[in-house]
């Protein structure tokens, strides 16, 4: 992969970094591509339990598309312009979204258009309280790609994904807790030390499970209370069979901490 983009698997967390601080790790083709290779090599990698998404630098976690990349590209008429979404912004997405396994977001600043987009496709976002959200693709005559017209309706409402569709602006940490965006807000100094906690602690825990409840709430999201209902009863079978469920049981009867195995 190249070095716009680093790869680490450690005792079952794969952290993917965003590597261009110098250009607010903006989205240049060499770094979509790196980042599609990571994200997908975490999501099928048996012994990745867990996900962490972060960003390198202070001021950005994701500008979003390279402008400076793509007015060239632009200029010369390229047909690699538009084809980033289905060539890169989807799979990633997808990745993040159906990974049998949670995927945690630390944003430490700026997440706009695609990168707010790869933030909302994580399960659990750890936000600093210097960052902040902004939708942009109206600003620059574009609509909605990288999941953002199904997640950030999902999250917010119809009613305030319209409105930071249509009128972008910087949602600031506090307002994005407040709306749903970030799950949690802690100092920026803190950030990369609590996000790593929360991702460690979801590496170590029941890996069956958290796949089941990402699936659940998905499904959920798009059928109707019998169909869920049934899909509950699918999935819990699925846990149920588990050998982490069995380890919790012995566990919480002998008033033992657990120690899943992720299977």
């Given at each position: 992969?190249?070095?716009?983009?680093?790869?680490?698997?450690?005792?079952?967390?794969?952290?993917?970094?965003?590597?261009?601080?110098?250009?607010?790790?903006?989205?240049?083709?060499?770094?979509?591509?790196?980042?599609?290779?990571?994200?997908?090599?975490?999501?099928?990698?048996?012994?990745?339990?867990?996900?962490?998404?972060?960003?390198?630098?202070?001021?950005?976690?994701?500008?979003?598309?390279?402008?400076?990349?793509?007015?060239?590209?632009?200029?010369?008429?390229?047909?690699?312009?538009?084809?980033?979404?289905?060539?890169?912004?989807?799979?990633?997405?997808?990745?993040?979204?159906?990974?049998?396994?949670?995927?945690v977001a630390a944003v430490n600043g700026v997440a706009a258009g695609a990168g707010f987009g790869f933030a909302l496709a994580a399960d659990y976002r750890v936000v600093a309280d210097t960052a902040s959200f902004n939708t942009s693709f109206a600003g620059v005559a574009l609509t909605a790609d990288s999941g953002v017209s199904w997640t950030l309706p999902r999250v917010v409402g119809p009613g305030r994904a319209a409105d930071l569709l249509l009128f972008p602006r910087n949602i600031k940490a506090q307002e994005a807790y407040e709306l749903g965006i970030a799950n949690r807000v802690v100092p920026a100094e803190a950030?990369?030390?609590?996000?790593?906690?929360?991702?460690?602690?979801?590496?170590?825990?029941?890996?069956?499970?958290?796949?089941?409840?990402?699936?659940?709430?998905?499904?959920?999201?798009?059928?109707?209370l019998a169909e869920t209902l049934?899909?509950?009863?699918?999935?819990?079978?699925?846990?149920?069979?588990?050998e982490d469920h069995a380890i919790a049981v012995r566990a919480f009867v002998n008033k033992e901490k657990p120690r899943y195995l992720g299977r």
């Open positions: 992969m190249a070095d716009t983009v680093l790869y680490e698997v450690s005792d079952g967390l794969a952290t993917i970094t965003l590597n261009r601080p110098e250009a607010m790790n903006a989205l240049n083709i060499a770094t979509k591509v790196a980042l599609r290779e990571a994200v997908e090599s975490a999501a099928a990698d048996e012994a990745v339990r867990a996900v962490l998404l972060t960003a390198a630098g202070e001021r950005a976690f994701c500008v979003g598309q390279d402008l400076k990349e793509h007015i060239g590209l632009l200029a010369e008429g390229s047909g690699q312009v538009m084809s980033t979404v289905k060539e890169h912004y989807n799979p990633v997405v997808r990745a993040l979204t159906e990974a049998q396994k949670p995927v950030l990369r030390a609590e996000a790593g906690k929360v991702a460690r602690a979801l590496a170590d825990g029941p890996t069956v499970a958290y796949a089941a409840i990402k699936e659940a709430v998905a499904f959920g999201l798009s059928h109707s049934d899909k509950e009863d699918e999935l819990q079978t699925r846990a149920g069979a588990s």
